[in-house]
């Protein structure tokens, strides 16, 4: 039941959640009121301020804390709670508005710091998918370099990873065949003039 209620909360768009979440909070009040003033039920409201601090956002979370924190103070006065003084049901709702607040902050810093690992596990198993990986022994000729398969057929390098490994080739000389190529080459050619006269 509980997948269900998330599985609609992550569909549902943020007016959407603020909406519910809204709804949560007057039948929240609703007990509130009812229960009187002996009977505390304050941790009730962290309920739709959690959710919509988490499915539609920290500035979302907070018009809902900051509605509780009223819905709150007017259940309580509306239960005839008798203080000392005019200014504690004010005092109380702004104490519980910080506490509201700070759940609002949690929540959303989880709800980042969810997102930010589960974008890094995506990162991370895309970057697995494009690894190359051999496991056990490839058999390889040190003489002509071919490598030979399952089957024991002998193939060209570029050949077996192509047939073995998502990956296509490119030929570039590396800088010290380069340099070497380039010596015989000049061999070659000084050898032909050597010749050639």
């Known amino acids: 039941m509980m ?10 768009g943020r007016s959407r ?55 709150w103070l007017l259940a309580d006065i509306g239960a005839g709670h008798v203080y000392q003084h005019s200014f504690i049901p004010y005092w109380n709702a702004l104490v519980l508005l910080g ?9 959303s810093q989880l709800r980042h710091t969810y997102q930010a690992q589960a974008s890094l596990i995506e990162e991370l198993n895309e970057a697995i998918e494009n690894t190359l990986t051999f496991r056990g022994l490839v058999p390889i000729c040190p003489r002509c370099k071919k490598m030979r398969d399952d089957d024991s057929y002998w193939q060209e390098v570029e050949a077996y990873l192509g047939e073995h490994a998502e990956a ?29 006269v």
């Open 168 to 196: 296509s080739f490119a030929h570039d000389l590396c800088p010290q065949c380069r340099k070497e190529m380039k010596k015989e080459v000049q061999e070659l050619s000084a050898k032909s003039l050597d010749e050639g």
């Open 99 to 107: 506490e509201f607040i700070l759940a609002v902050l949690v929540v």
């Open 17 to 71: 959640i603020i909406f519910e979440a809204l709804i949560f909070i007057a039948i929240i009040g609703t007990l509130d009121l009812l229960t009187g003033c002996e009977i505390s039920v304050s941790i009730l409201y962290l309920a739709p301020i959690s959710l919509a601090a988490w499915y539609a956002g920290g500035h979302s979370g907070f018009i809902v804390a900051i509605v509780s924190a009223l819905v």
């Open 3 to 12: 997948t269900n209620f998330t599985s609609h909360l992550s569909k549902q």
